[in-house]
């Protein structure tokens, strides 16, 4: 006679071993970046992300020029371009937020910055490359940091650039390690202070 409670039982094991291993990996991400646990959500063309939660790019994007590409306007906010390439494919992360990391990126900019943090608070950039397309645009930095704290940058890559790399402006605890910039005008980051802001580590840059 078939045991048909064994395998109520088996498939319980299976459903109960998936969510673990699913759970697990959430409470891991939430960890290491402080962000919510919750779904991925894959996107196929720059955006406006105005929700928490991960955000992986699927595909190749590009932007009109005129308009940053990606607009971060939530906290909490984790976006991987997956090695993708975004032309004209500026990231804004908008006034007041927290918690946002950008990682995995290939961006061509050229009349905004490859990424500007405007006033915000534990911020991470990982693993990008950033191109300027019109190499002639004086004044455009690759990173543009205003008013910000707790930000992270690290193994980025920079070519084609004619203006700091890095413009920092009033900022706390700015950590920057594996910067390479083949910029040839100016300083590599220029940092702009006032007041008790401050406190810039650099490590293996160049």
Not at 47 to 61: A, E, M, P
Not at 166 to 186: A, M, R
Request: glycine share 6%.
């Amino acid at each position: 006679m078939h045991n048909h409670r064994g395998d109520n039982y088996n498939f319980f094991l299976v459903i109960l071993t998936l969510f673990v291993i699913f759970a697990g990996y959430y409470s891991i991400r939430g960890t290491i970046t402080g962000l919510p646990i919750g779904i991925p959500t894959n996107i196929t063309s720059c955006s406006v992300i105005n929700t928490s939660g991960d955000y992986f790019l699927q595909n190749d994007v590009a932007g009109n020029g005129s308009a940053v590409c990606f607009n971060i306007t939530a906290s909490d906010v984790y976006l991987d371009c997956m090695g993708y390439f975004a032309d004209n494919g500026s990231v804004l992360l908008n006034s007041f937020k927290t918690n946002f990391t950008l990682a995995n990126c290939i961006i061509n900019f050229s009349n905004f910055p490859a990424v500007e943090i405007d006033r915000s608070y534990n911020v991470t950039l990982f693993n990008l490359n950033f191109s300027k397309t019109s190499p002639d645009w004086f004044g455009v930095n690759s990173i543009r940091i205003w008013e910000s704290k707790n930000v992270n940058i690290s193994n980025i890559n920079l070519t084609n650039q004619n203006a700091e790399s890095i413009e920092i402006l009033s900022s706390d605890n700015i950590f920057v390690d594996n910067l390479y910039s083949t910029q040839d005008y100016g300083n590599h980051i220029r940092v702009y202070s006032s007041g008790d802001h401050f406190n810039i580590i650099i490590i293996d840059s160049i």
